[in-house]
């Protein structure tokens, strides 16, 4: 079975400023990795994923993740934040050879103040 | 396009009540998917469906209803809504060109009074 921990559950930050939002998860297979992201009273939207190949994974919005095999981890980062980029989001995993089922993290919650 | 559409959007009902969430995609998805969504525990799978007729349990499917008499529509019922029902529900759906990946719904906040 996999499960997926998001480290921070708020992130403050200030406009332009980096930001990076952990995740880290536990598997026994190998797995597929994901970020969405809900803005204020919508549905999921895909940020990115990691499926095989390069580790670093480029997705929408400027946003960039980095798989780390020997740390489980799958952080999510971005250079320079928008207020546009205030939204919940959430890390996600599913078995390579069963993808029926997403496993959620809780979320972080990022807060861009101007 | 509509993609998946998700009614109705807000839904309040008094417990005891049988409710019934639609979901509708475009997309001819062969999988469709019901999650809950609530403060502390994230998305947690209720029920999917991988065709037609064909539907199994997910994490958290106990007082919850499914069917998928046609591959378009992936409706999802309370037969005696709760007051620990009161979440919000979002619905997704993938396909074979993506199999990995799937697809949400705007959600429907239910309240159960």
């Known amino acids: 079975a996999q499960s997926v921990t998001q480290l921070d559950s708020q992130v403050p930050v200030f406009e332009e400023a980096p930001v990076e939002l952990r995740c880290n998860y536990s598997?026994?297979?190998?797995?597929?990795l994901f970020w969405y992201v809900q803005y204020p009273n919508q549905g999921l939207q895909l940020l990115l994923k990691?499926?095989?190949?390069?580790?670093l994974v480029k997705g929408i919005n400027g946003f960039e993740a980095e798989f780390n095999k020997s740390q489980t981890s799958f952080h999510l980062r971005k250079p320079s934040v928008h207020i546009s980029d205030t939204a919940e989001y959430f890390c996600?995993?599913?078995?390579?050879?069963?993808?029926?089922?997403?496993?959620f993290g809780t979320g972080t919650r990022l807060q861009v103040f101007p | 396009d509509a993609g998946i559409t998700q009614s109705p959007r807000y839904k309040i009902t008094e417990t005891g009540r049988q409710v019934t969430l639609m979901c509708h995609q475009t997309?001819?998805?062969?999988?469709m998917f019901w999650y809950r969504q609530d403060l502390g525990h994230g998305l947690r799978l209720i029920y999917y469906?991988?065709?037609?007729?064909?539907?199994d349990k997910g994490e958290v499917p106990d007082g919850y209803v499914v069917s998928r008499s046609k591959t378009e529509n992936f409706p999802l019922t309370l037969e005696s809504a709760t007051r620990s029902q009161t979440s919000v529900y979002f619905c997704?759906?993938?396909?074979?060109?993506?199999?990995?990946?799937?697809?949400f719904g705007p959600g429907t906040r239910l309240t159960v009074l």
């Open positions: 997704a759906s993938r396909g074979s060109r993506e199999p990995d990946t799937q697809y």
């Open positions: 598997s026994s297979v190998s797995v597929y």
């Open positions: 990691y499926l095989s190949g390069s580790t």
């Open positions: 996600a995993v599913s078995d390579r050879r069963n993808t029926d089922k997403l496993i």
């Open positions: 997309w001819s998805h062969s999988y």
């Open positions: 469906s991988a065709a037609a007729d064909i539907t």
